[in-house]
């Protein structure tokens, strides 16, 4: 990265000028202290560090230390200045060609880092009831997981996405309960849901239980004896409703994950025994409570109740202790922010069981406001509901995935469902495909024969392909030299890329990639409203159709990430 260039350029001058006693009182430098940023006013330089921290140690005044040091940097074709305690950088001509080099080399490589500790992660995401359609909330979980996925699989880690179906609780039979109901309908009883809001509670009155209840009357001829086989019926078509959505949202899991067979394996009884054995749990009031508290919680927490049944926590215990046991490395689960209370007990379990809790990662998120002509509106499986499939029917895949992911997980997303249905500026899905599309467009106006309207003749191509295919495969640097300033701006949005990788995977932020791809596409309008790529100077053509090519080449790779196709025509 050309900061880490200009930084590593900065720290070998800071050893060079201590050695010949240029720094005053500073003997050594042990480096890590220096940040680089980008300077407040573009026309001082693409970067700055702020040496001013030395003089603490030097004992002199910081514009003196950073002239001193600048005396040592060896400076090639770039830039250099000093204001105040800044030392300014603008990257040179050969930096910014070799980036365009590197782009156009390495291709879908381009980010990528060469070398990282390398860690096998599990990914658990949406982990949604078996009860019903998924509703938008789950959506933002689907699409964030699965891009934080992409994300970490391109920066080198080994991930591995599981869904944890809760079907153990009582859920399920009132899923089953519902469904009588709806069969009874349907055989024209004059039957309905119970009006008050406590018995109400008890049921799931969607309509999207109507078309089950039609299925399984098309091979039964009536209501069982047991409404487990109801139960069994509605969770089998509720789960095959989620994953075809999941699908069809470019959400793929490696592992569905089901809590009853964590109970039925009796790894929730063994957990809790060897909390038992090792005096981690104690009885009060008839309960089992376990020693959280002694473990960072804020208190004390029952994982079996009075009446011999497990809390939640108890399953959740067993799940993240066979996570560990089948050799992860690292959890990663998201979670809405409501569970902010449940991370410590979790953790406080994992530690009390003899592993290390901060191998476990949650990551909190607020839910969405979905905005229709400016009025939200709300969901919840016991009224009307908003599903994702819906909103997906409605705006696209592209359009949901890209808005689901780009505000901060910790930041209410208000989905604005007419501006996403836009193709306009002001959309930015739109907004970044057209970038693409457009680079696309420039790059078959200048290999495609076209024919003049007028006259019917062929008007040949700018470049053929043979000449095409050699600009990309085996990239003259020269072409650019002299040529790059014209596009410097863009070339450094460009060379962002790969400090916004780095910094999204280790903060396991996607939001980061949403904004870059709006930036970048900004930057390449700008560009092309501002160059004209195609002229009369095929060599001058050929130099700005390679930054082009990089623009189409970096887009084509966030969007991949993103899971948001990168169209060649809009």
């Not at 011999?308 to 046991?325: F, P, Q, R, W």
């Amino acid at each position: 990265m050309i900061k880490d260039y200009f930084l590593n350029k900065v720290e070998t001058a800071i050893r060079l000028a201590i050695k010949e006693g240029k720094l005053g009182q500073m003997t050594e430098y042990s480096g890590g202290t220096l940040v680089v940023e980008r300077p407040k006013n573009p026309e001082f330089g693409d970067y700055a560090v702020n040496v001013s921290c030395l003089a603490r140690v030097a004992r002199i005044a910081p514009p003196l230390i950073a002239q001193s040091i600048l005396e040592f940097i060896d400076k090639e074709d770039n830039e250099y200045s000093v204001i105040a305690g800044f030392i300014n950088f603008k990257a040179g001509n050969t930096l910014l060609v070799d980036l365009i080099d590197e782009i156009i080399s390495k291709k879908t490589l381009f980010g990528k880092p060469e070398k990282i500790e390398k860690e096998k992660i599990i990914l658990e995401y949406v982990s949604a009831n078996p009860t019903g359609p998924f509703h938008i909330g789950h959506g933002r979980w689907a699409a964030m997981g699965s891009v934080l996925a992409n994300l970490l699989k391109f920066y080198g880690h080994d991930v591995y996405q599981e869904f944890y179906i809760n079907d153990a609780g009582s859920q399920i039979q009132k899923l089953g309960n519902s469904l009588a109901i709806r069969i009874r309908q349907e055989l024209g009883e004059d039957v309905d849901f119970p009006t008050d809001e406590l018995e109400r509670k008890n049921y799931y009155p969607g309509d999207y239980l109507i078309p089950v209840a039609k299925k399984y009357l098309e091979t039964h001829s009536g209501l069982p004896q047991d409404v487990k086989e109801l139960s069994d019926f509605a969770k089998k078509e509720m789960e095959k409703l989620q994953k075809d959505l999941l699908e069809n949202f470019k959400v793929h899991f490696d592992n569905f994950y089901s809590e009853l067979t964590l109970h039925n394996s009796g790894k929730v009884e063994e957990c809790v025994n060897k909390l038992k054995s090792s005096g981690k749990i104690y009885q009060k009031d008839g309960a089992d409570w376990f020693r959280s508290s002694d473990f960072g919680d804020d208190q004390d927490r029952v994982i079996k109740k009075a009446d011999g049944s497990n809390t939640y926590l108890t399953a959740d215990i067993a799940y993240h202790i066979d996570k560990l046991e089948r050799g992860f490395d690292r959890m990663i689960n998201i979670w809405g922010a409501d569970h902010h209370g449940y991370v410590a007990r979790v953790k406080a379990s994992i530690e009390a069981l003899g592993y290390d809790p901060n191998k476990l990662e949650v990551l909190l998120g607020q839910l969405v406001n979905l905005v229709i002509n400016g009025n939200e509106v709300r969901m919840g499986k016991r009224k009307n509901m908003v599903t994702l499939e819906d909103l997906i029917d409605e705006v696209g895949v592209d359009a949901t995935r890209f808005w689901m992911s780009m505000r901060n997980i910790d930041t209410t997303l208000d989905f604005d469902i007419e501006l996403a249905k836009t193709k306009s500026d002001e959309n930015p899905v739109f907004y970044v495909q057209y970038a693409h599309a457009r680079a696309c467009s420039i790059i078959r106006n200048v290999i495609n024969e076209k024919v003049d309207t007028e006259s019917g003749k062929t008007i040949p191509a700018i470049l053929s392909k043979d000449e095409y295919e050699k600009l990309i495969s085996d990239f003259d640097k020269k072409l650019l030299n002299d040529n790059i300033q014209d596009g410097r701006k863009l070339v450094l949005k460009l060379e962002e890329y790969k400090s916004m990788i780095e910094n999204s995977a280790k903060t396991r932020q996607v939001y980061t990639i949403c904004r870059y791809v709006q930036e970048l596409a900004s930057e390449f309008h700008s560009f092309y409203n501002s160059v004209r790529v195609i002229n009369d100077d095929k060599e001058l053509t050929k130099a700005r159709l390679a930054l082009v090519y990089a623009v189409k080449t970096v887009l084509n790779n966030a969007l991949d990430i993103l899971a948001v196709t990168a169209p060649e025509r809009m």
